[in-house]
Nanobody, 114 residues
Framework: QVQLVESGGGLVQTGGSLRLSCAAS????????MGWYRQAPSKQRELVGT??????TIYADSVKGRFAISRQGKNTVYLQMNSPKPEDTAVYYC?????????WGQGTQVTVSS
């Protein structure tokens, strides 16, 4: 019903910046939340930042003040990564959901070097 495609991942140095994009397509009318998660090697997937169903934003404490999410219409969400750190290295996943279903993108690798 819904497809999510991430782009913008890659290699970035500490002190640089990176912007990830997620484009949703298909039956997106009932989508009421959309955001970003990440999973580092040997760690569980964790929230980075998301728009909740009421439109508010939720961020992980570890990225507050450095990362920001934004949206364009109903089908696109961005993750702006400023001052990334090596510990931000992970596969980043776009996530979207309705009251009944949840969708995930394929993930995009972000590697932060010193």
């Amino acid at each position: 019903q819904v497809q999510l495609v991430e782009s913008g991942g890659g290699l970035v140095q500490t002190g640089g910046s990176l912007r990830l994009s997620c484009a949703a397509s298909g039956l997106i009318f009932n989508i009421n939340r959309m955001g970003w998660y990440r999973q580092a090697p040997s760690k569980q997937r964790e929230l980075v930042g998301t728009f909740a169903s009421d439109g508010s934003t939720i961020y992980a404490d570890s990225v507050k003040g450095r990362f920001a999410i934004s949206r364009q219409g109903k089908n696109t969400v961005y993750l702006q990564m400023n001052s990334p750190k090596p510990e931000d290295t992970a596969v980043y996943y776009c996530n979207a959901g309705s009251f009944q279903r949840e969708y995930w993108g394929q993930g995009t690798q972000v590697t932060v070097s010193s």
